[in-house]
């Protein structure tokens, strides 16, 4: 009896590769995924989607209230508030995408054991509806630019710079991905790295430049200065401050952008390589 079928699936023998015929296929999958993120999150709470816009402010408020009024750290002239909502707005998109697909396997484990499609689209749906996410907190960091700006509290001069901001996104999204896949591989075999992840990441940010300048961290600590410069979040978030504000008398360094791009691809790679290969025997380890 000779039966026609519409797909074969095989095991994959090339762990490096993505299948992009078969994720169209699956396409309608990663939008109801990206769309269960979005309604789930928030769902049966008071406030809703406004934890998008609560969560930035008021941890701007208590970072400037205790690093810039307290602490005195400088920002260059640029508003307190306005610097560290800059930079929690770059470094909350990268944490969120790293902390919620560090636990795809074992959060889908159910799932992932009774059906069959391509389990890179779990973690790919994470990384869009984070955009979401960060789109609505760009928003509210624009809003409270233009105030400033209207109240000459900051200067606005177009810069050709701008064009760098896309590639920033990008980085940013490969990198928590690619970090986050790794992780994901990881924690079905050692269940501690779920309580590190969360501990983790809070250590990482201070060390990303998120709430000071990266000349002061050298300034005052010289000798440790290497863990915050060639951290490739640091970049991010500092670059992210040189192109929105132009008072910053540093420059935008191509080669800075291209060793944060190159860095997110190779992590990327690893991940995707560790996913694959995890993805064939985590049902019978977790």
Not at 160 to 178: A, C, D, E, K, T
Not at 208 to 226: D, G, Q, R, T
Request: contains cysteine.
């Amino acid at each position: 009896m000779n039966e026609k079928w519409l797909f074969t699936i095989t095991p994959k023998n090339n762990l490096l590769k993505i299948d992009f015929k078969e994720l169209w296929r699956y396409k309608d999958l990663l939008f109801l995924f990206v769309k269960r993120d979005v309604i789930t999150l928030y769902k049966q709470t008071i406030l809703g989607p406004l934890w998008y816009i609560i969560q930035p402010l008021f941890t701007s408020v208590i970072f400037t209230l205790v690093f810039n009024n307290i602490g005195n750290i400088s920002t260059n002239g640029i508003p307190a508030f306005l610097f560290n909502l800059g930079g929690i707005t770059a470094w909350n998109y990268f944490k969120d995408c790293l902390v919620d697909t560090s636990d795809t396997f074992k959060k889908n484990e159910q799932i992932f054991g009774k059906v069959y499609f391509p389990r890179v689209i779990m973690p790919m749906s994470i990384i869009v509806s984070n955009l979401l996410k960060f789109g609505i907190q760009l928003f509210i960091f624009i809003f409270f630019y233009c105030y400033f700006v209207y109240t000459d509290a900051i200067d606005f001069s177009f810069s050709l710079n701008l064009l760098y901001l896309p590639l920033l996104f990008i980085s940013m999204g490969v990198l928590g991905l690619g970090l986050g896949m790794i992780i994901s591989s990881m924690v079905t075999k050692y269940r501690d790295l779920t309580f590190l992840v969360s501990f983790g990441v809070q250590l990482l940010m201070y060390l990303s430049a998120v709430v000071y300048p990266v000349e002061l961290f050298k300034e005052k600590v010289p000798k440790y200065s290497w863990l915050v410069e060639y951290n490739p979040m640091t970049i991010v978030i500092e670059n992210f401050r040189k192109i929105v504000f132009p008072t910053i008398e540093a420059r935008v360094l191509p080669l800075d952008i291209f060793y944060m791009l190159l860095i997110s691809f190779v992590v990327f790679i690893v991940g995707l390589f560790i996913f694959n290969k995890t993805e064939k025997t985590f049902i019978d380890t977790i």
